[in-house]
């Protein structure tokens, strides 16, 4: 009997977290109570009544002893029990607060990183639309770059057309000049001729008129 009473008190020093478990030690340290009360009651085979009832007492003082002890082996179980349960309520709470401050800092980076995106995908937009104005502006450049060209290329062959004929005017103009020039000396010459016969001619009458 004391054996087994030492191996209940290995068993609620260790408490298992299996229920049926502790209902099979309860109901064994009920049967060892049952035991001893059995063996506490006279079975009419003593030697004496006196003997008897000092068996009985010292029955009764042994059940009282094996009732104690097991009193006080359930409340170490319990205290035991309420203590690896508050241990363990305290780790899960913990545990619980762990995971929550982590989700937080997580909603917390999720909005950080939400609101980057968005500054981002304005950013990205702006400059999608200042691409396409750029766009724009270079193409309009770019058709009054060859619009400018084209007059050039226009303006360049008028230049070139008008400096051909100035040169055929200015060609035109020196030969004109120069036909001039040799004209003027031979009116200056025939000029000269005229007179020199007038004055021949006028000579002549005034001899002619003396004879």
């Known amino acids: ?32 109570y049952e035991n001893v009360v059995n063996i506490q009651e006279p079975n009419g085979s ?8 000092d068996v009985k007492k010292s029955s009764c003082r042994a059940a009282a002893v094996c009732l104690g002890l097991l009193c006080l082996l359930l409340l170490t179980g319990l205290t035991t029990l309420v203590f690896l349960f508050t241990k363990s ?26 609101t980057s995106y968005n500054n981002l995908s304005k950013e990205r937009d702006q400059l999608q639309t200042s691409h396409n104005n750029l766009s724009k502006e270079r193409d309009q450049l770019r058709t009054s770059y060859s619009s400018l060209s084209k007059e050039r290329d226009q303006l360049r062959t008028s230049y070139n057309s008008l400096s051909k004929e100035r040169d055929q005017l200015q060609t035109s103009h020196n030969n004109l000049s120069k036909e001039r020039n040799q004209l003027q000396k031979k009116n200056e010459a025939l000029t000269k001729d005229r ?8 000579a002549a009458k005034a001899s002619h008129g003396t004879t």
Do not use: C
């Open 195 to 202: 007179n020199d016969l007038q004055r021949k001619l006028e």
């Open 1 to 32: 009997m004391m054996d087994e009473l030492s191996n209940i008190y290995v068993n609620v020093e260790r408490p298992s977290g299996n229920r049926n478990q502790r209902k099979r030690e309860r109901k064994s340290s009920e049967n060892i």
């Open 46 to 53: 003593g030697p004496s009544h006196s003997g008897a009832a």
């Open 89 to 114: 309520n305290s780790e899960w709470e913990m545990e619980m607060f762990l995971l929550q401050d982590r989700n937080n800092n997580l909603t917390k980076e999720r909005d950080q990183l939400q």
